[in-house]
């Protein structure tokens, strides 16, 4: 047991977004966050601000609001990030390439330690400072790194193998980009993130507003 609370996953998904906003905050000199400053910065209502930050057992002071350095402390424990997490990237196309050139990665906390390909066209280059792996050497890799979550960067058809590799090894969570649905123990969470699905919402709300101009021209 963590001895975390039980937080739920809709409030767990605004955290990193006051946390955000806390950096932000104390970047330009405030020592303090009301409910309302988190609110306007996090586009949700004051309330449901006092309603997700109690789960951390925290509670502002009426007329003056949370301690900010005291508050990011807070979030960065319940997320996690008092720790550098390692990561592994797998697959090393154009997106997982990508990925291994951002810099956010470190800054917050998940640092990419190791790069992953089955090519032997990729295997031996060396990406950002990293030379990229053989996909038979994950389980090598992730043990001599302490990789702790893997990152997911291939086409859909190769991504059930990967994820089960990256369980085998002994990987503890997972985000991936490829567009197809995983199986995995409901030990290890997964965070999907498919591109063409946000697109095509953007476009249906792209559409409808389109539609509404269109009906009071």
Avoid at 49 to 73: F, N, P, Q
Avoid at 120 to 144: C, M, N, P, W
Avoid at 179 to 190: A, E, G, R
């Amino acid at each position: 047991m963590s001895g975390l609370p039980e937080i739920p996953d809709a409030t767990v998904a605004r955290l990193p977004i006051y946390r955000r906003s806390l950096v932000q905050l104390i970047s330009s000199g405030e020592s303090t966050a009301s409910s309302a400053d988190l609110a306007d910065l996090a586009g949700v209502n004051a309330a449901k601000v006092r309603k997700d930050l109690s789960y951390l057992g925290t509670y502002g002071v009426r007329g003056v609001g949370y301690d900010a350095e005291m508050l990011l402390i807070q979030i960065d424990r319940a997320l996690g990030l008092e720790f550098e997490t390692p990561v592994v990237i797998v697959g090393m196309g154009n997106l997982g390439q990508a990925l291994a050139h951002y810099g956010g990665f470190q800054s917050k906390g998940f640092p990419i330690v190791a790069l992953v390909d089955a090519s032997d066209d990729k295997v031996g280059q060396e990406i950002d400072g990293l030379t990229v792996s053989h996909f038979d050497d994950l389980a090598r890799t992730v043990s001599e790194n302490g990789i702790s979550v893997g990152i997911i960067a291939t086409p859909a058809d190769a991504a059930q193998k990967v994820c089960d590799a990256l369980v085998d090894a002994g990987v503890r969570s997972i985000l991936t980009f490829a567009p197809t649905v995983l199986q995995l123990p409901d030990s290890v969470p997964v965070r999907k993130v498919d591109l063409a699905t946000e697109l095509q919402i953007l476009g249906y709300y792209q559409q409808r507003e389109g539609g509404e101009d269109a009906e009071t021209a």
